[in-house]
Nanobody, 128 residues
Framework: QVQLVESGGGLVQAGGSLRLSCAASGRSFSSYAMGWFRQAPGKEREFVAAISWSGSTKRYADSVKGRFTISRDNARNTEYLQMNSVKPEDTAVYYC?????????????????????WGQGTQVTVSS
């Protein structure tokens, strides 16, 4: 089992930058592929980005490709989401999530149901 705590959310102007962090505790962090999802008011939760346990495989939603960067530091048990050139439509609660994987699987998933562990979320608000 792993516990996840997000931080770094807040209010930012359009065109600005923000970095989200997700600190993990519990079972070995490198046993998990990690993801970021978001949910805006009145909308379904959607995939943002994912990274494999080794960090070698990454996937992004088309809406954030080229603007957001996902990364992880297994020594610090932390995942990051660097958000650049943010837009008002990026406003949402952002959640980090963990998917247990075998070491032989260095892939990712953009399906929320495949992630067993979730953080409590951090609010990101982008003003125009």
């Amino acid at each position: 089992q792993v516990q996840l705590v997000e931080s770094g959310g807040g209010l930012v102007q359009a065109g600005g930058s923000l970095r989200l962090s997700c600190a993990a505790s519990g079972r070995s962090f490198s046993s998990y592929a990690m993801g970021w999802f978001r949910q805006a008011p009145g909308k379904e939760r959607e995939f943002v980005a994912a990274i494999s346990w080794s960090g070698s495989t990454k996937r992004y939603a088309d809406s954030v490709k080229g603007r957001f960067t996902i990364s992880r530091d297994n020594a610090r048990n932390t995942e990051y989401l660097q958000m650049n050139s943010v837009k008002p439509e990026d406003t949402a609660v952002y959640y980090c999530a963990a998917m247990s994987v075998r070491v032989a699987y260095d892939g990712v998933s953009d399906v929320g149901k495949q992630y067993r562990y979730w953080g409590q979320g951090t609010q990101v608000t982008v003003s125009s």
